[in-house]
């Protein structure tokens, strides 16, 4: 086999590597905090606009920036909070969110681990990412964004808390207690 049809298999390879069947860049973030910028070392080429959508998102959050934080969404973006009737359009969502904003109450969600993985043409990624915060843990976000108009925006958001599975069913049991 010529240098040069071996350099070719190589590329290959590595091409594939990077990619999986369906064409989509996928990227793993190992679990080490990082407060304000990417978690270590860093995304995958081509994944990093968006990890600093995110990044921006945390950061507009805990310094309580509402016009940053709302800057970072589309227009029809949805956010789901961790409480089964928290699911808001961006109106409802940024009136929720506004009298906190306004009182210099933010909230604060480090990264600690963030995977990352890009839809087949460039326009659409999503993630998720396990957050620490100080008053409810561990907690995982996960979500969408598209890429419009030269920009990455967050299209979906969901908030959520992993509980283990050991403990599962006593929590279940009461959440069905709670009266609504």
């Known amino acids: 086999m010529s240098r040069c049809a071996r350099l070719a298999v190589v590329g290959l390879l590595l ?25 270590p070392p860093g995304p995958p080429p081509g994944l990093q606009p968006v990890a600093d959508v995110l990044d921006a998102l945390h950061l507009a959050a805990a310094r309580a920036d509402g016009p940053a934080y709302f800057a970072l969404f589309a227009p029809d973006a949805v956010f789901i909070g961790t409480d089964a009737t928290e699911r808001w359009d961006l ?28 839809g087949r043409w460039g326009d659409v ?19 969408v964004l598209v890429h419009r108009d030269g920009r990455w925006l967050i299209v979906q958001y969901v908030l959520s808390m992993p509980v283990p599975n050991e403990i599962a069913p006593e929590v279940v049991e009461k959440i069905r207690g709670l009266k609504r």
């Open 125 to 143: 990624a999503w993630f998720d990412e396990r957050l620490d915060n100080a008053k409810y843990g561990e907690t995982r976000g996960s979500g």
């Open 91 to 118: 109106p409802a969502f940024r009136a929720y969110c506004e009298p906190y904003f306004a009182k210099g109450q933010g909230w604060t969600y480090v990264p600690k681990e963030r995977h990352l993985a890009m």
């Open 15 to 39: 091409a594939s590597c990077a990619s999986n069947s369906s064409g989509e860049a996928r990227g793993t973030l190992p679990s080490r905090a990082a407060p304000w910028g990417t978690v």
